[in-house]
């Protein structure tokens, strides 16, 4: 094991869940900004720094050397890959996967993560792939069809 010999930094006016784990930075610090509100059941990994008034909901991970704008959200059961930047103000909706840069004020959710309102459209699209691929067999057998009857007529 790596020993971590840096610090926590909980600033003022924050509230921190039950069973919260803030992990120690390696040589630096680990930051919570202040006024920051943390739910039950998160993971804060090493040297993350939250922005001031950020609100993190329960089961929440978020792994080592993430940087968290002010005032963003991570809904539940959502997790962010090591060494990423969430925007001031940005929003990450239950149970996403972050697996790159969130811009501030963006709204993402899914797996992975994307704007959310092309998220809700690949969602909608990956309910109907079994119907997509009936007619996708149809379309197929009918052009199979047109084209023996075109060779057929030669």
């Known amino acids: 094991k790596i020993p971590q010999l840096g610090i926590v930094v909980i600033e003022d ?7 919260v784990a803030i992990d120690r930075a390696r040589f630096d610090k680990t930051l919570v900004g202040r006024g920051t509100k943390i739910d039950n059941l998160v993971q804060i990994a090493h040297n993350v720094v939250t922005g001031e008034h950020c609100i993190i909901i329960s089961q929440v991970g978020i792994s080592g050397s993430v940087k968290i704008g ?11 890959a090591g060494h990423l930047e969430i925007g001031e103000g940005a929003i990450v909706a239950a149970q996403a996967g972050v697996t790159k840069p969130v811009k501030p004020l963006a709204k993402v959710s899914g797996y992975p993560a994307r704007e959310h309102e ?37």
């Open 13 to 19: 006016d924050c509230e921190i869940g039950a069973n």
């Open 70 to 80: 002010r005032g963003a959200i991570l809904a539940g059961q959502a997790g962010v």
């Open 118 to 154: 092309e998220a809700k459209l690949l969602n909608a699209h990956l309910a109907r792939l079994p119907r997509y691929a009936q007619k996708i067999k149809a379309l197929e057998n009918k052009i199979k069809e047109l084209e023996d009857k075109i060779n057929d007529g030669s």
